[in-house]
């Protein structure tokens, strides 16, 4: 089974704290990606990877930046929390290719609270 | 607009009944890819069928299967004997594979399914 962990099930920041949120998945999976979840907002995308050290940034990108160092690995910065990024966090994987090979493993999420 | 669209926000059903799910897309790229996840409570994300453009028949999955209908451009979900455990979010989502950028999941917003003793 693809297993998809997160560092962190919740997460409390003060405003102005640089943030780290880690994700790691064990199936040698070539895309790695960053979702924000809100209420009625559905699942949006922050930033995905589709290769060590390679990014691209997804529909909502300002105030985090991202880092794929080895390839199990994909962790989301916030340089500067703010209280508009209160959210959950959700981590996903995906083989790469066609059809099937497109389904998203999912970890488990962050919940992450910036006062 | 919006690619994927799910009309029901919120759904109810009694235990043991079947229920669909709503789920309309609209692209113009004819090789794509249908999924469908459902969130508990708990948060986390699980997969639960796909469906390709060009597959003959409709996908299932054990009590789920997916109401592929290519000329409506709809892919309702079928969940058949409703279980308490199934009350949760479900989510529908499209890959279009010759997309510029065919790595993403379009996803839509949701619908909350609670299941009724």
């Known amino acids: 089974d693809v297993k998809v962990t997160q560092s962190s099930r919740y997460l409390v920041k003060r405003t102005g704290e640089k943030v780290f949120l880690e994700c790691v998945q064990d199936?040698?999976?070539?895309?790695m990606f960053w979702y924000r979840q809100d209420p009625g907002l559905g699942l949006r995308l922050i930033y995905f990877s589709y290769d060590v050290k390679m990014k691209e940034k997804g529909d909502i990108p300002e105030g985090y930046s991202v880092s794929r160092e080895k390839k199990e690995r994909f962790s989301l910065i916030l340089e500067s929390a703010s209280t508009n990024q209160t959210s959950m966090y959700l981590c996903?994987?995906?083989?790469?290719?066609?059809?099937?090979?497109?389904?998203?493993?999912f970890g488990p999420g962050t919940r992450l609270t910036v006062l | 607009a919006q690619k994927i669209t799910q009309t029901q926000p919120g759904m109810f059903v009694q235990e043991k009944e079947a229920v669909t799910l709503d789920c309309t897309y609209d692209t113009s790229d004819p090789s794509y890819g249908l999924f469908w996840y459902k969130q508990p409570s708990s948060g986390e994300m699980i997969f639960l069928i796909y469906q390709g453009s060009y597959d003959q028949q409709n996908a299932t999955e054990g009590r789920y299967s997916l109401n592929f209908q290519k000329a409506r451009k709809s892919a309702n979900l079928v969940i058949s004997a409703s279980q308490l455990g199934d009350s949760a979010m479900y989510f529908c989502?499209?890959?279009?594979?010759?997309?510029?950028?065919?790595?993403?999941?379009?996803w839509g917003l949701g619908t909350s399914l609670a299941v009724n003793p």
């Open positions: 199936m040698d999976h070539e895309n």
């Open positions: 996903a994987s995906s083989l790469g290719g066609s059809g099937r090979r497109g389904e998203q493993f």
């Open positions: 989502a499209m890959r279009e594979e010759n997309a510029g950028n065919n790595r993403k999941l379009i």
